[in-house]
């Protein structure tokens, strides 16, 4: 029985930054009926990440799914189906829809698919057709949609005229009464909408320095929303500003009220009376060394120079003193608690 070919259903949501798609058969009481199915939602990182991951592996999947399912007719159809679900993991947008789309497309009638070269999975990899290049310029299309490079290209926004037309399907259920796209056969009109509306929105391709994943995101942003990645970020931002003139200065001094705190804390048990004589005095030198730092900036003074180092010596000389002699009267306040 012929397979029913697999279309995609489709509409791109500019404001949540994702697509709203329907994978289904081209079968019309299917499609009569639509209303009723669940549609799936994928965010735009999603879908840039699969299409990456896609190009990587297509151009050898479609080769060896190819020629190991032997492409003759009658099984050849279903053998090569069962090698594409080999080769070609369901959870990837891309590979879930090509999954069933190529087999029915290169096992067709009068149709055969020969080897010219095979040298490995990881080499290079060509169809030789005979008797027509349509299955070869759809390949070669699907891998251009999919390249990693033409992603740049759309970014840098170098686009050339290209005139297109829409099927267009009326979803109406609890959630959506809206039109929805129709994309065509290897997907090219779906790649348009998605790569015009990355530029329509000013956003760029980028990869984030962290998880080394791909994402879009406004020019200059250099890690993606993912928790860890965000904390790397703030990490990294902190680090940055506490290196920039004159914060450095105001961190050192921070850092070393922190330790000090720490230090107050261990030896006296964290007794509320000296922690609160503590946060009196660090309060002091926090401001200090602010009301310091300003008059070097207004008077634009190197922040290194002989007299802040001194100045900021001083002021650790100063809570570090203060510290010992809270330690000093906490033990002295403890021993007499005992006689």
């Known amino acids: 029985m012929k397979q029913e070919k697999p279309i995609l259903i489709y509409r791109i949501d500019?404001?949540?930054?994702?697509?709203?798609?329907?994978?289904?058969?081209?079968?019309?009481?299917?499609?009569?009926?639509i209303s009723a199915i669940t549609l799936k939602e994928i965010s735009f990182d999603e879908l840039l990440r699969d299409a990456f991951d896609f190009n990587k592996e297509y151009p050898n999947t479609?080769?060896?799914?190819?020629?190991?399912?032997?492409?003759?007719?009658?099984?050849?159809?279903?053998?090569?189906?069962?090698?594409?679900?080999?080769?070609?993991?369901n959870n990837n947008f891309f590979s879930f829809y090509y999954k069933d789309y190529f087999p029915e497309f290169f096992v067709s009638e009068n149709?055969?698919?020969?080897?010219?070269?095979?040298?490995s999975l990881l080499k290079?990899?060509?169809?030789?057709?005979?008797?027509?290049?349509?299955?070869?310029?759809?390949?070669?299309?699907?891998?251009?949609?999919?390249?990693?490079?033409?992603?740049v290209e759309w970014d840098k926004?170098?686009?050339?005229?290209?005139?297109?037309?829409?099927?267009?399907?009326?979803?109406?259920?609890?959630?959506?009464?809206?039109?929805?796209?129709?994309?065509?056969?290897?997907?090219?009109?779906?790649?348009?909408?998605?790569?015009?509306?990355?530029?329509?929105?000013?956003?760029h391709i980028c990869k984030c320095m962290n998880c080394q994943k791909y994402f879009t995101g406004l020019i200059g942003v250099e890690y993606c929303k993912e928790k860890k990645c965000q904390n790397k970020a703030k990490a990294e931002y902190e680090k940055n500003r506490r290196r920039q003139p004159y914060n450095a200065q105001i961190a050192e001094v921070d850092s070393y009220i922190g330790d000090q705190r720490d230090r107050l804390k261990r030896a006296t048990h964290k007794a509320p009376k000296?922690?609160?004589?503590?946060?009196?005095?660090?309060?002091?030198?926090?401001?200090?060394?602010?009301?310091?730092?300003?008059?070097?900036?207004?008077?634009?003074?190197d922040p290194q120079d002989a007299e802040m180092k001194s100045y900021i010596a001083n002021l650790k000389y100063d809570l570090s003193t203060f510290v010992d002699n809270l330690i000093e009267e906490y033990k002295k306040e403890e021993h007499d608690t005992k006689l």
Not at 124 to 148: A, H, M
Not at 276 to 295: C, V
């Open 14 to 33: 500019e404001k949540k930054k994702s697509v709203i798609y329907l994978r289904c058969t081209n079968n019309k009481n299917l499609l009569e009926s």
């Open 62 to 89: 479609l080769t060896i799914a190819a020629l190991k399912a032997g492409c003759t007719l009658g099984e050849g159809q279903t053998k090569m189906r069962a090698y594409f679900s080999e080769f070609m993991p």
């Open 124 to 151: 290079t990899t060509e169809i030789e057709l005979q008797g027509q290049n349509e299955p070869s310029i759809i390949t070669k299309r699907v891998c251009y949609l999919t390249n990693p490079k033409n992603f």
């Open 274 to 301: 000296k922690l609160a004589q503590f946060e009196a005095e660090a309060q002091k030198a926090h401001d200090d060394i602010r009301k310091k730092i300003k008059e070097y900036r207004e008077g634009g003074r």
């Open 157 to 203: 926004n170098k686009f050339k005229t290209t005139k297109v037309s829409y099927e267009r399907i009326i979803v109406h259920n609890e959630k959506y009464n809206d039109s929805f796209s129709i994309a065509d056969d290897c997907l090219e009109l779906f790649f348009y909408d998605f790569y015009y509306t990355l530029h329509k929105n000013g956003l």
């Open 111 to 119: 149709r055969k698919v020969y080897k010219k070269t095979f040298k």
